[in-house]
């Protein structure tokens, strides 16, 4: 059964408002996108679908306000890797909480790291195959703006692999374990990690939001000082 409401749609349109508007574009995008990544389980098919539909969202925008396209889609691409940096920090963070200081024995984490080490390639094809759909207006602009990317890497590849390096030998104890794992019980602890981390991305953008917040309330007070 179809849902009433076609949340990725919505996400879409919302994207597509924003650019039009074009102010603060990367800190907009980073936000929608964030939102809309705590709404969900953080597996890699629900970021998949965040992307894509942002990605959609922003080419509707760079028609309805008629930008700089280049800038624009520069600008959203960062802001889409600002907020996957968070959620690879909120796995990080789970990671930890589940395992602890012990050693990496639950080989049924090891979809959820395996996901997270495809997180950039992922990203970046998912944004591609969203830019460049059929009778898309700007496959060439993408292109470029994707092509630098892939050149100089992401912020969100970094900080995945410097935690595969943080938990690489336990990943590959796990690999060997995984053999006598069911699937069944593997999917179900995906699962309850991606939940798991969804929930510290919150806690993480609440405490990105507070001090935001923070910075703009004492900007006037510094200025009365003066």
Do not use: C
Not at 140 to 157: E, N, R
Not at 165 to 190: C, L, T
């Amino acid at each position: 059964m179809k849902p009433m409401i076609d949340t990725d749609e919505v996400l879409t349109q919302m994207t597509a408002q924003a650019v039009a508007q074009g102010e603060g574009l990367r800190s907009t995008v980073r936000d929608l996108t964030l939102q809309a990544l705590q709404s969900r389980e953080l597996s890699l098919a629900q970021i998949k679908s965040v992307i894509g539909s942002v990605t959609k969202g922003v080419n509707l925008g760079a028609i309805q306000g008629q930008l700089d396209t280049d800038e624009v889609f520069a600008q959203a691409l960062s802001g889409m890797d600002d907020a996957l940096l968070k959620a690879v920090e909120a796995s990080r963070i789970a990671l930890h909480q589940v395992t602890g200081e012990r050693e990496f024995r639950d080989s049924h984490l090891k979809k959820a790291l395996d996901d997270l080490e495809r997180l950039e390639d992922e990203f970046l094809a998912t944004v591609k195959k969203a830019a460049g759909g059929a009778g898309s207006p700007f496959k060439s602009q993408w292109s470029g703006v994707l092509q630098q990317q892939m050149s100089a890497g992401t912020a969100t590849g970094q900080q995945v692999m410097a935690m595969m390096e943080q938990y690489g030998s336990q990943i590959q104890k796990a690999a060997r374990a995984q053999r006598d794992v069911g699937f069944r019980a593997a999917h179900a602890m995906a699962q309850n990690f991606a939940t798991l981390a969804s929930g510290v991305l919150i806690g993480l953008t609440e405490a990105m939001q507070q001090g935001a917040a923070k910075s703009s309330a004492a900007a006037p007070a510094a200025k009365k000082r003066r």
